[in-house]
């Protein structure tokens, strides 16, 4: 009966997330004359003619590009700043140390909406207005708390032995960092990549105010497809989810051991 019961909560559950990303796939890929037809469950044949036109006609090719960039810039800056930070976090103690984690914590209780203005100010000034850069470096100041929490808490994992141990052997602190901690926190950070790209990917406020020409895949979305018909929705929905997926599922092997490590 127990069994049974955990197998009846699997299913619900897959089906509440599941379900509607396979209504957005088959949305996508169903003709027009069809998507409106009452009379039959599932279309009697699939089209990428919708993907096609989004990606093609509407410039949806370019914004996608244009959407990686972004995202693996953003990851690259916020964890060449939150690495080292998340490690201090957690193997140094030092006066401010709570107040500086509150501090961070208390940046993303701020609505973007409120710096909207003063930031594309200072984006004109600077020169980073409609420039993938630009917004690359907005995602990371919206990362970076995250990702230096996360990389703390798995640093502060790692047994600090494992360093001493290094350096009683001739490595410096800086070459048991590289050689034995990095390895060994890998799966965190694959983890803290996976929150940080997909935020990257999904941030839409900050790519329309900050970009007109050079739009991420988002806002791109936002400002053609919405005013398009529904199978367009369909496959916009279908773009933005196709590549977290496939980001998820080569980096799954880090998760995996991340969750065995956590369970011994």
Same mark, same amino acid.
């Given at each position: 009966?127990?069994?049974?019961?955990?197998?009846?909560?699997?299913?619900?559950?897959?089906?509440?997330?599941?379900?509607?990303?396979?209504?957005?796939?088959?949305?996508?890929?169903?003709?027009?004359?069809?998507?409106?037809?009452?009379?039959?469950?599932?279309?009697?044949?699939?089209?990428?003619?919708?993907?096609?036109?989004?990606?093609?006609?509407?410039?949806?090719?370019?914004?996608?590009?244009?959407?990686?960039?972004?995202?693996?810039?953003?990851?690259?800056?916020?964890?060449?700043?939150?690495? %080292?930070? #998340?490690? $201090? !976090? +957690?193997?140094?103690?030092?006066?401010?140390?709570?107040? &500086?984690?509150? *501090?961070?914590?208390?940046?993303?209780?701020?609505?973007?909406?409120?710096?909207?203005?003063?930031?594309?100010?200072?984006?004109?000034?600077?020169?980073?207005?409609?420039? %993938?850069? #630009?917004? $690359? !470096? +907005?995602?990371?100041?919206?990362?970076?708390?995250?990702? &230096?929490?996360? *990389?703390?808490?798995?640093?502060?994992?790692?047994?600090?032995?494992?360093?001493?141990?290094?350096?009683?052997?001739?490595?410096?602190?800086?070459?048991?960092?590289?050689?034995?901690?990095?390895?060994?926190?890998?799966?965190?950070?694959?983890?803290?990549?996976?929150?940080?790209?997909?935020?990257?990917?999904?941030?839409?406020?900050?790519?329309?105010?900050?970009?007109?020409?050079?739009?991420?895949?988002?806002?791109?979305?936002?400002?053609?497809?919405?005013?398009?018909?529904?199978?367009?929705?369909?496959?916009?929905?279908?773009?933005?989810?196709?590549?977290?997926?496939?980001?998820?599922?080569?980096?799954?092997?880090?998760?995996?051991?991340?969750?065995?490590?956590?369970?011994?």
């Amino acid at each position: 009966m127990k069994a049974l019961l955990y197998a009846l909560v699997f299913v619900v559950v897959s089906l509440w997330f599941l379900g509607p990303m396979f209504i957005t796939f088959v949305g996508s890929m169903t003709p027009a004359s069809e998507l409106y037809s009452f009379d039959r469950i599932f279309p009697s044949k699939l089209t990428f003619d919708h993907i096609y036109k989004l990606l093609v006609n509407l410039g949806g090719w370019r914004a996608t590009l244009i959407s990686f960039q972004v995202a693996f810039t953003a990851i690259a800056i916020s964890f060449a700043i939150g690495i %080292p930070a #998340g490690y $201090a !976090l +957690a193997r140094y103690r030092f006066k401010g140390k709570n107040f &500086i984690i509150l *501090t961070m914590l208390f940046t993303r209780s701020i609505p973007l909406i409120v710096i909207a203005i003063p930031l594309v100010v200072l984006y004109l000034r600077m020169g980073l207005v409609d420039s %993938p850069f #630009g917004v $690359a !470096l +907005a995602h990371a100041a919206m990362m970076l708390p995250f990702v &230096i929490l996360i *990389t703390s808490s798995v640093f502060s994992g790692v047994f600090v032995e494992y360093e001493e141990a290094g350096m009683i052997f001739g490595l410096t602190r800086f070459g048991a960092f590289l050689r034995i901690t990095m390895p060994l926190a890998l799966p965190g950070l694959a983890a803290s990549a996976i929150y940080a790209f997909i935020m990257s990917w999904n941030e839409i406020f900050a790519a329309s105010v900050l970009s007109l020409q050079n739009r991420t895949l988002p806002a791109h979305i936002l400002a053609t497809a919405m005013a398009s018909p529904d199978y367009f929705k369909y496959a916009a929905g279908t773009i933005m989810a196709v590549p977290a997926l496939l980001f998820i599922f080569f980096i799954r092997k880090y998760l995996i051991t991340l969750w065995g490590i956590s369970l011994k």
